[in-house]
């Protein structure tokens, strides 16, 4: 299992002078922690850029720099070798993690003039078959499962949802496997629960919460508020039919603070997985 990835992202002296951010720094390092995490090969990719204009170069748009013939050919030459790699390897990159603005590597975004606009950069437009994730996304892996967790069987249903989640690639914070559950717990105990939950919930990158029930579980409420207030992403699944109101699944506040998924199954998309959907 691999990925394609521009080369800045373990190296970012190819970029352009003087480009490099500490958040981008940050997501570089993240998306690399990711792929240890799970045994995910980085396989880097040429970079255009540094072969036709050199290392130190200046900021620049496709058009201000790279509109030429011999770049065009350069490129020919670039993706049939990873073409070529791809095919020895026998087996498809799970996805090409790229670098948005980037004039070769974007993403969602490049800057093709002087203005960014929408779409890969033309290196990564080469390989319209393989799916591309932008680094910051890719960097995006942590999640807090909020869940009921008093009973067997909500326990299992969360096991379940971690096990889903982490076959897809995201590092799961479960709360049930933090701390004494029992009904005897003292209040230091407590305390302790509660500083280690909302450390996590300021480390994640996003929280998933369960909302199924009559009414949403009020702890899990709970962070899912919070989770919004420190502008972290929220994902509600809602798998129960029963629904509020004519808009409503379950409660107004809670479902305007999140996505909503109706299914598990679609949850990996929701969170932007880099592996194929289904179900």
């Known amino acids: ?19 490099t951010t500490d958040e981008d720094i940050r997501s570089f390092s993240r998306a690399a922690r990711r792929c240890r995490r799970f ?7 040429p970079c255009p850029e540094t072969i036709y204009l050199g290392a130190g170069r200046s900021p620049g748009s ?3 720099n790279l509109a030429t013939d011999e770049f065009a050919a350069l490129l020919d030459q670039l993706e049939a070798e990873v073409r070529a790699a791809i095919r020895e390897r026998g087996e498809p990159p799970l996805a090409i993690v790229g670098v948005d603005s980037s004039p070769t590597c974007g993403v969602n975004a490049t800057y093709y003039s002087s203005e960014k606009q929408p779409g890969r950069g033309a290196f990564l437009a080469r390989f319209p078959d393989i799916p591309a994730i932008d680094v910051k996304e890719f960097a995006r892996y942590r999640i807090y499962l909020a869940a009921p967790l008093f009973s067997e069987a909500e326990r299992t249903y969360n096991l379940a949802l971690r096990d889903l989640l982490e076959a897809h690639l995201f590092d799961v914070y479960l709360p049930q496997e933090v701390g004494d559950t029992s009904h005897t717990r003292g209040r230091e105990e ?11 919930l300021r480390d994640v990158d996003t929280v998933v919460a369960v ?9 899990t409420s709970w962070e899912m508020g919070y989770a919004y207030a420190l502008k972290k992403k929220v994902v509600a699944l ?7 109101g004519h808009h409503e699944r379950v409660n107004l506040m809670l479902e305007e603070s999140a996505g909503v998924v109706t299914r598990k199954e679609d949850l990996p998309r929701a969170l932007g997985s880099p592996l194929p959907a289904s179900g």
Do not use: K, W
């Not at 407590?190 to 996590?200: D, E, G, L, N």
């Open 1 to 19: 299992m691999y990925v394609l990835i521009a080369p800045c992202i373990q190296n970012p002296a190819y970029r352009a002078r003087g480009i």
């Open 62 to 64: 496709f058009l201000d």
């Open 238 to 244: 809602r798998t129960d039919f029963r629904i509020a």
């Open 190 to 200: 407590h305390r302790a629960i509660f500083s280690q939950h909302t450390a996590a």
């Open 39 to 45: 045994s995910v090969e980085m396989v880097p990719l």
């Open 211 to 219: 909302i199924d029930g009559a009414d949403a579980d009020s702890g």
